[in-house]
């Protein structure tokens, strides 16, 4: 993966986690670009407004499922009406404290989504989506 040419957004009402995985994507990917949102919208405004330039890199979001103003379906189902290219410059983990079954499977079957990671993201989780199960 060419890491100097991807984003890193993370879209979760947890200020806290947000913090932690903004430390956690630095210490494992120096010098990379990481965005974090409490606000859902504020996260697909940024994303439409970013991400539909045609220069524009790739990026990786991780979306918390439980959030109150969107959940992170809402935010999928808001993101399936964004332009193709936005779509195909994401690669979209839900990164979220539940282990509801049912949230797992709802994830497997969107395509948008590439994979369902228990929180706290860390270091080995993001060299693990780094290093094999995702590629630019």
């Known amino acids: ?9 993370v ?8 913090m932690i995985c903004s430390k956690i994507i630095k210490l494992t990917i120096p010098g990379t670009e990481v965005n974090t949102f409490i606000q859902p919208e504020e996260g697909l ?3 439409l407004s970013v991400y ?3 220069d524009a890199p790739n990026a990786i979001l991780f979306l918390d499922i439980n959030m109150p103003t969107l959940t992170g379906w809402e935010v999928m189902e ?4 964004f332009p193709e290219e936005v779509k195909q410059r994401l690669m979209i983990y839900i990164l979220s404290s539940s282990v509801d079954l049912q949230d797992r499977e709802k994830a497997g079957q969107d395509p948008y989504i590439k994979g369902y990671i228990i929180k706290p993201l860390s270091q080995a989780k993001l060299r693990d989506i780094s290093d094999g ?3 630019i």
């Open 11 to 18: 879209i979760d009402d947890d200020p806290i986690n947000n």
């Open 1 to 9: 993966m060419n890491q100097s040419n991807v984003n890193y957004i």
């Open 45 to 47: 405004e940024h994303l």
């Open 52 to 54: 539909s330039k045609t």
């Open 78 to 81: 808001r993101l399936k009406d």
């Open 133 to 135: 199960i995702y590629k």
